[in-house]
T-cell receptor, first 111, second 115 residues
Framework: GQSLEQPSEVTAVEGAIVQINCTYQ??????LSWYQQHDGGAPTFLSY??LDGLEETGRFSSFLSRSDSYGYLLLQELQMKDSASYFC????????????WGLGTSLAVNP | GAGVSQSPRYKVTKRGQDVALRCDPI?????LYWYRQALGQGPEFLTY????????KSGLPNDRFSAERPEGSISTLTIQRTEQRDSAMYRC?????????????FGQGTRLTVV
């Protein structure tokens, strides 16, 4: 089976940098995704790592270490609008693109 | 369409009734997924289609739940003899489905309340 762990809550101030960690245990693994979800909204895709290393997309970066079964999402130059829940999700091995999700990290960005 | 469209947005039904939830994916998207999301939790996988073929239904909770995508586009999730525990947000997502492209686009969901 699969399980993912991430912190339940993180608080930061505008302009700061925050890192949200995700550790996973899977019977098979294809890649690690990150999604953002604002209250009442739909999850929206942020990034995907299939290979070890850092993927950078604007203010957001995501990192994966397969050997450590670990990844993180790095958010830089935080803005109030970044207050949301952030989910890591794994794709099992093979052609199945379903996502198994963590419980999410609620990020509060304060002025 | 421009995005994934789900209908209805809200559904209140009496226990024991059947409900059908509709998902209209982004045009050209091969893969379609159904998830269920409880408040404060991540989405829970239900089932997944490539074109019209149901590839994985391992997440469907029991045989009251079924899904179809007969023409490889619009999909319907049907819940028979609804129970209060079925109350949740049901989300549909679609993706291009090509190897290496995993970005899933989610609809706004259907909030189902069973009373």
């Amino acid at each position: 089976g699969q399980s993912l762990e991430q912190p339940s809550e993180v608080t930061a101030v505008e302009g700061a940098i925050v890192q949200i960690n995700c550790t996973y245990q899977t019977s098979g693994f294809y890649g690690l995704s990150w999604y953002q979800q604002h209250d009442g909204g739909a999850p929206t895709f942020l990034s995907y790592n299939a290979l070890d290393g850092l993927e950078e997309t604007g203010r957001f970066s995501s990192f994966l270490s397969r050997s450590d079964s670990y990844g993180y999402l790095l958010l830089q130059e935080l803005q109030m609008k970044d207050s949301a829940s952030y989910f890591c999700a794994v794709s099992p091995a093979g052609n199945n693109r379903k996502l198994i999700w963590g419980l999410g990290t609620s990020l509060a960005v304060n002025p | 369409g421009a995005g994934v469209s789900q209908s209805p947005r809200y559904k209140v039904t009496k226990r024991g009734q059947d409900v059908a939830l509709r998902c209209d994916p982004i045009s050209g998207h091969v893969s379609l997924y159904w998830y269920r999301q409880a408040l404060g939790q991540g989405p829970e996988f239900l089932t997944y289609f490539n074109y019209e073929a149901q590839q994985d239904k391992s997440g469907l909770p029991n045989d009251r739940f079924s899904a179809e995508r007969p023409e490889g586009s619009i999909s319907t999730l049907t819940i028979q003899r609804t129970e209060q525990r079925d109350s949740a947000m049901y989300r549909c997502a679609s993706s291009l489905g090509h190897d290496g492209n995993t970005e899933a686009f989610f609809g706004q969901g259907t909030r189902l309340t069973v009373v």
